[in-house]
Each structure stands twice: as C-alpha cells, then as structure tokens.
C-alpha cells in the first residue's frame, strides 16, 4: 500500500507519495498565483488549486507504479482561508486568504466581543476567517446571501476528493467560530460572526477518516481499490506530524515564509492575551501552541528583491561565525504582525543606518530583526507554560548556518536540524493519511533522523539579551507614526 501527502501551500501544491512504512517514493509540485486586488488583499482561485492538483497526480501516476497501490490521502492546507460556496458547491468569489488584512475592523469588533476569547481561546487576528465573512457582509452583500457554505482551503480539496463538506479540527481552530477546549462548533461564536451551524463543515480529527475517494475520480486516477481520505490538517499541526511534535516539551521554529514558533501541548492551555495561538493538533486528545510572525524569510526576500541578489547568496556572504548585534535595526513588520503585537497596520524599518552601511549590515540585521520577533514569541509561549525540550528548525531559512546559530542564540535554546529528506506538512498529511486507515498515530508520527545540532554562543547570550531588550523598546515608536 502506498500514501498520498498533499500540501496545499499558498504559492503552490506539493504531492508525495509514501510507502506503507512512510518511506517517500516520489514528489510532485505545481505552483500557481496569488492576486491582490487592493493594498492588503490576498485572493487566490480554488481552480488553480485542483489544476494543480490534478497535474501532479497525473505525474505521480506516470513515473511511479507504487501510485497504483493507493490506500489513503491526506491534505494539509494553508489556514483561516475562506472558500465561499452556494447552495450547489460552486464558488461564488477567489478565496480569501491567510495574509489577507481588509478585515481587520471587523476583527476588531469581534475582539471586543464580552466571552468571545473565552470560547474560542484566541484573539480573534484580521487574518482569521470569522471577520472576513463579516466583511463580505458588510461589502459585498449579494454574495454573502448566497453562501450556503464555507470552506476553509485544505476542506475544499476534501470536497472535491469525497464529495463531502468536512475539515479537521486544527484547521477549524483557526476560524474563530470553534470552541477549541471542546473541539466543536460553537453556537455563540457562530452568531456573533452571523453565520449557522449548518453553513459549516463536518468536523473529523485529522487522523480520523473524512470519507472515501470518490469512484469516479478513482477511476479517472486508475485506481481500482477503496482509498481512505483523512480529515487532514491546517499546515503548520501537519508540519509538527511530520517531525512527530505530538507530546509536551516538542515543537519547531520555521523560517518560511512566515516564522512560526510551535509547542506541542498535553491539554489545553489558552492565553490569548499573549497573542499566541492555542489550537486543536490533528490527532485527538492533543493540542498545540504557537507565536506567529508574518515575514520571516519574506523579509529576506524582499531585501534581496532589492539588492537584485538570491536570499541565499545574502547570508552566504556573512559566514558562518556568529558576530556580536550590528548598529543597524531591523523591525520586520512588513505585512503588519500577531505574536504579540497583532496589528494589522503596523510596518517594519531600518534604523541606525550610516554612511558606512553595507549589504552586509542590513542582511545582518534582517535575521537579527526576525530573530527578535521570534523571540517575542518564545516569551509568549513560555508565559502560558509551554516549554521545549527539543526545537526543531524546519524551513528554507534554515539552509543557513548563520541564521540558524544567531536564531539559537537568541532563543538560548539548541537547535536540531533534520537531515535531508522528508520531513515537513506533505509528510504529515501522508502519515495523517496513515492514521486514517488504522494505523496508530504513535507509531507513524515519529521524529526524523537528526542531522547536527546548532548550540547558542555562550559569549554572545548576554549581548544578544541587551539588542533584544533595545528591539522591545521600539514597539511604542513604531506605534506612534500609524
């Protein structure tokens, strides 16, 4: 038997497919575009994401046989997405995506809701779906009459993969309207965000079974034999699956596109005051904690874009040796910010530039800036009571040695990196796959081959400490100029 791991990313879609011992056979990725109509919009077509799809199924079934022996699917998608469909399950509008900040009033007003952080265990973010529905209530009326139901991404190529409106409930905890201590849908929240219960999904876990490949997509697959589609997961609970961070004490730091710091957690331990997510893992029983911050290789990139250099040739040039904190200072808040700040409107800068400043300063200061603002939610998470015993560093950022030993050093915490391989949300979604069809989520959901490990610099944690504490004492600066 083999295992089919989608990973619905926001610049593209990734196949893989696995053995019955999780062992990656082949992958395939497609990759398509995202529109912003206005400043702060984010849209993309659910189309574009069953093109993709379709190809890269089309690819995997022609270099590999195993694809054949098909026996489940799992999808992990980007979160808080909103897929408006009517009363037929067509789309009425381009879905409205993660990064997308035209709700933020609306957010706002749900925030300030009495109880509402209470049921739902989080702030309610711009980017979050609950206010975008309000906003297309508010803007654009003759379309919000004609929702029959709403989608989050990864849900909608399970609609299309079974025929059946269903998501998972670390998906589901990022809408604002789930009761997330209880894993269920909650009315009040419901209400106050004017939607109804019967507008939602299905609710599954993520390992738990969603429904079955639909026959006639089997057939148009070629395949012969009953495939299991799992409830799935949002991407960064089928990230922690794919590193096996289902136990208290595990978690990761991604440097992607965004930068995520993820705890794994035993039970449910809500502090939305910190601006850190608590939301429902993929497996039953569990949850998760992180500190989201919008532009962490994004901010890399954008200096490249200007420079007219790769990210990658950027760090290159600084080395590999740790240097104590720069002069220049980097806020990286260029698509605004949650952990801690959330704050849709707020912006990044360069400060203490001289004429003396090079490339190499300002690259410096872009990872410091970013390692900052993970470090903000490091603190964050430690102030619910998560803990780590071990931080994985996934992610493209992750590729550079001196990002990841400053990263280490300001977190004061040893990074393990994984070995080259597979290791990340497609890998999860295939192992959530795995569980779906009997398989005991302990005995898939496994860490994966350590590589090395980045200890901090001992000499520079007090220096780094001090940088860190000048970072903080920006924030009412950068609030004062909106």
């Known amino acids: 038997m083999t295992y089919l791991g989608i990973d619905l990313g926001t610049s593209g879609l990734r196949a893989l497919l696995v053995s019955e011992e999780g062992t990656p056979i082949a992958s395939s990725e497609r990759h398509y575009e995202v529109s912003h109509p206005a400043e702060g919009w984010s849209e993309q077509a659910p189309a574009a994401w069953i093109a993709a799809l379709e190809e890269a199924v089309a690819e995997l079934r022609t270099t590999c046989p195993e694809f054949a022996d098909l026996a489940g699917i799992g999808v992990a998608g980007h979160m808080h997405g909103a897929v408006l469909l009517d009363a037929e399950d067509q789309v009425l509008r381009p879905c409205i995506l993660w990064n997308d900040t035209r709700a933020h009033a609306e957010a706002a007003a749900l925030d300030a809701i009495p109880g509402l952080r209470a049921r739902s265990g989080n702030i309610v973010f711009p980017g979050f779906t609950a206010p975008k529905l309000l906003w297309v209530q508010t803007h654009e009326p003759d379309i919000f009459a004609r929702v029959a139901r709403v989608l989050l991404p990864a849900a909608y190529l399970n609609l299309y993969l079974t025929g059946e409106a269903v998501t998972d409930m670390s998906d589901a905890a990022g809408t604002s309207w ?84 993820l705890a794994a957690r035993d039970g449910y331990h809500p502090a939305p005051e910190t601006a850190v997510h608590t939301f429902c893992h993929a497996v ?55 952990t801690p700040h959330n704050d849709a409107a707020i912006r990044g800068s360069f400060t203490g530039l001289s004429a003396g400043t090079d490339l190499a300063d300002m690259t410096r200061a872009v990872l410091e800036g970013v390692a900052f603002g993970l470090r903000d939610s490091l603190l964050a998470l430690e102030a619910t009571g998560a803990r780590f015993d071990t931080l994985m560093a996934i992610g493209g950022g992750s590729a550079s040695p001196y990002w990841c030993r400053l990263l280490a050093t300001v977190l004061n915490t040893p990074l393990s990196l994984p070995m080259a391989g597979e290791f990340g949300a497609a890998l999860g979604a295939a192992r959530l796959a795995m569980g779906a069809t009997g398989r005991p989520v302990e005995e898939v959901m496994t860490p994966p081959a350590i590589g ?28 004062a100029v909106q």
């Open 178 to 261: 789930l009761d997330v201590g209880a894993r269920a849908w909650s009315d009040p929240l419901l209400e106050a965000g004017a939607m109804r219960a019967g507008q939602m999904p299905r609710l599954v876990e993520g390992s738990e079974r969603a429904g079955h490949l639909r026959p006639a997509l089997a057939r148009d697959w070629g395949l012969s034999g009953k495939v299991v589609v799992a409830g799935g997961a949002g991407d960064n609970a089928a990230a922690a699956c794919g590193i096996g961070a289902l136990e208290e004490g595990a978690g990761f730091v991604s440097l992607g596109t965004s930068g995520v710091l």
């Open 284 to 338: 039953p029983g569990r949850w998760y904690q992180m500190g989201v911050m919008l532009s962490a290789t994004d901010s890399l990139n954008w200096l490249g874009r200007i420079a007219g250099q790769r990210p990658a040739d950027l760090t290159a040039a600084l080395g590999e040796t740790l240097r104590p904190p720069g002069p220049v200072r980097f806020l990286p808040y260029l698509s605004g910010e949650r």
């Open 452 to 479: 090395g490990q980045v200890e901090a610099d001992r000499d520079l944690l007090a220096t780094f400490e001090t940088a860190h504490e000048r970072f903080r004492a920006s924030y009412p600066a950068i609030r």
